[in-house]
T-cell receptor, first 114, second 109 residues
Framework: GAVVSQHPSWVICKSGTSVKIECRSL??????MFWYRQFPKQSLMLMAT?????????EQGVEKDKFLINHASLTLSTLTVTSAHPEDSSFYIC??????????FGSGTRLTVV | RKEVEQDPGPFNVPEGATVAFNCTYS??????FFWYRQDCRKEPKLLMS???SGNEDGRFTAQLNRASQYISLLIRDSKLSDSATYLC??????????FGAGTRLFVKA
């Protein structure tokens, strides 16, 4: 089945540094990927829609200069959290639409900013 | 008002019980509907799609009422392994997927 590989699965970084998270579709081409954030005991919140070869579409309230999204190929989308702060600590997860019009998720990245 | 709203839970039920979750959505242009299951600290996984005619998969039955903008999930004969958070998911135009806050289910022996 369609698989999305996400890494790292967890990362701890110092405040002020940047962290890159990668999502790769392994056996299908993903022209569109979605990035979500989930705080403890809350639901997934859509941050942005990543489109291959064009700019990402950000949801209201998400800073595009802080959360940089790059979707340079049909199988890879990256999310870079720039100048991370403790309040950015969260569970970040990507998803992609599969060829059969379902959605599959990456395994998520738990970011802790200290 | 949130675009997708669910029963807050948690639901605590004994093994073998039948439990029902409800979900409402506000965007009448919503196109497709799903129930996902999320275990603690894991990614959501598709449980089942929801069709207007209603659909069943083993112990799970999902129903959609477009007129009332209402989705339901029924779990019969609950198992301990059913303990998880159940997410109501709505797909609006442009393939944007909106998640409900989730309903936590605890099945006890």
């Amino acid at each position: 089945g369609a698989v999305v590989s996400q890494h790292p699965s967890w990362v701890i970084c110092k405040s002020g540094t940047s962290v890159k998270i990668e999502c790769r579709s392994l056996d299908f081409q993903a022209t569109t990927m979605f990035w979500y954030r989930q705080f403890p005991k809350q639901s997934l919140m859509l941050m942005a829609t990543s489109n291959e070869g064009s700019k990402a579409t950000y949801e209201q309230g998400v800073e595009k200069d802080k959360f940089l999204i790059n979707h340079a190929s049909l199988t890879l989308s990256t999310l870079t959290v720039t100048s991370a702060h403790p309040e950015d600590s969260s569970f970040y997860i990507c998803s992609a639409q599969t060829p059969n019009y379902g959605y599959t998720f990456g395994s998520g990245t738990r970011l802790t900013v200290v | 008002r949130k675009e997708v709203e669910q029963d807050p839970g948690p639901f605590n039920v004994p093994e073998g019980a039948t439990v029902a979750f409800n979900c409402t959505y506000s965007n009448s242009a919503s196109q497709s509907f799903f129930w996902y299951r999320q275990d603690c600290r894991k990614e959501p996984k598709l449980l089942m799609s929801v069709y207007s005619s209603g659909n069943e998969d083993g112990r799970f039955t999902a129903q959609l009422n477009r007129a009332s903008q209402y989705i339901s999930l029924l779990i019969r004969d609950s198992k301990l392994s059913d303990s998880a958070t159940y997410l109501c998911v709505v797909n609006r135009s442009g393939f944007k997927t909106i998640f409900g806050a989730g309903t936590r289910l605890f099945v006890k022996a």
